[in-house]
T-cell receptor, first 114, second 112 residues
Framework: TQLLEQSPQFLSIQEGENLTVYCNSS?????LQWYRQEPGEGPVLLVT?????EVKKLKRLTFQFGDARKDSSLHITAAQPGDTGLYLC??????????????FGKGTLLTVNP | GAGVSQSPRYKVAKRGQDVALRCDPI?????LFWYQQALGQGPEFLTY????????KSGLPSDRFFAERPEGSVSTLKIQRTQQEDSAVYLC??????????FGQGTRLTVV
């Protein structure tokens, strides 16, 4: 059972466009992580957000954690073909070492066309 | 290498066959996790080790699945009497303390 709903499931855009993908849940998480996964590879962590309302920026990527810690968004500015991949959000419960059982969403498959 | 290494990368098993999937975590990483990722899905938690102790195996789908990490380093996920629904990518991740977990490339298991 997936407790995290990601939307859209698929997104195909042209290079230079902006996009936002969403991760929503009815449950509260102590932290939320965003990963990018390329074909044939394991997920690679992009960011962890832990505080309600928190905004983190990583170059052209902006991540936001909802005030109630139930939802998150990832915004990409001026997308590039290298951004192509499966974007996964994962929620953790507990703190520190107990925060290991991540619940993943199904992911958003992003394709950026040159 | 410096990353998490999994072998084999690909495994084709006949239904009913037993398989063993290996994970070499990053040296010194205390925590090790196994996840199962079905086609078109996100990874789902299977089990968690802290050193050699298996602290959580609540995600293992049936008693045909067994994981071990006898010396607190290399881990093996064993699936007995494989079924078609076991076809998936099996991901291993390791972590030092409370830091980021690093995933391996996964083993793609196809049961025919």
């Amino acid at each position: 059972t997936q407790l995290l709903e990601q939307s859209p499931q698929f997104l195909s855009i042209q290079e230079g466009e902006n996009l936002t993908v969403y991760c929503n849940s009815s449950s509260v998480f102590s932290s939320l992580q965003w990963y990018r996964q390329e074909p044939g590879e394991g997920p690679v962590l992009l960011v962890t957000v832990v505080t309600g309302g928190e905004v983190k920026k990583l170059k052209r990527l902006t991540f936001q954690f909802g005030d109630a810690r139930k939802d998150s968004s990832l915004h990409i500015t001026a997308a590039q073909p290298g951004d192509t991949g499966l974007y996964l959000c994962a929620g953790g419960r507990g703190s520190g070492g107990s925060n290991y059982k991540l619940t993943f969403g199904k992911g958003t498959l992003l394709t950026v066309n040159p | 290498g410096a990353g998490v290494s999994q072998s084999p990368r690909y495994k084709v098993a006949k239904r009913g066959q037993d398989v063993a999937l290996r994970c070499d975590p990053i040296s010194g990483h205390v925590s090790l996790f196994w996840y199962q990722q079905a086609l078109g899905q996100g990874p789902e938690f299977l089990t968690y080790f802290q050193n050699e102790a298996q602290l959580d195996k609540s995600g293992l789908p049936s008693d045909r699945f067994f994981a071990e990490r006898p010396e607190g380093s290399v881990s093996t996920l064993k699936i007995q009497r494989t079924q078609q629904e076991d076809s998936a990518v099996y991901l291993c991740a390791s972590r030092a303390g409370r830091t980021e977990a690093f995933f391996g490339q996964g083993t793609r298991l196809t049961v025919v």
